[in-house]
């Protein structure tokens, strides 16, 4: 059974930091490109960052700069390192990981930024 669970999210003040972490199980987790989405109330879910399998990495351009997608293969995780979060950084934030014809979603972890 494939699991991603997310967890670190919940308040932060405006200029504050916070780190993401999604931990797999049930997937060749160094096969999979990892990514975060976000989504926002009544937007679309978007991409945030990605890693691939081989460690390439890309960002949406509202968070180059303040965020840090990395992952760790001997833990089957992988993590978003979020820092200056404004407001317009609140949404649910989820977890993706992809292969092939393969593709699976955590159950996503809320951040809340506000004062």
């Known amino acids: 059974q494939v699991q991603l669970v997310e967890s670190g999210g919940g308040l932060v003040q405006p200029g504050g930091s916070r780190r993401l972490s999604c931990a797999t199980s049930?997937?060749?987790?160094?096969?999979?490109?990892m990514a975060w989405y976000r989504q926002a109330p009544g937007k679309q879910r978007e991409l945030v960052a990605a890693?691939?399998?081989?460690?390439?990495?890309n960002y949406a351009d509202s968070v180059k700069g303040r965020f840090t997608i990395s992952r760790d293969n001997a833990k089957n995780t992988v993590y978003l390192q979020m820092n200056s979060l404004t407001p317009e950084d609140t949404a649910v934030y989820y977890c993706?990981?992809?292969?092939?014809?393969?593709?699976?979603w955590g159950q996503g972890t809320q951040v809340t930024v506000s004062s």
């Open positions: 993706n990981a992809q292969w092939i014809g393969y593709q699976y």
């Open positions: 049930g997937i060749i987790f160094s096969n999979y490109a």
């Open positions: 890693v691939s399998s081989g460690g390439s990495i």
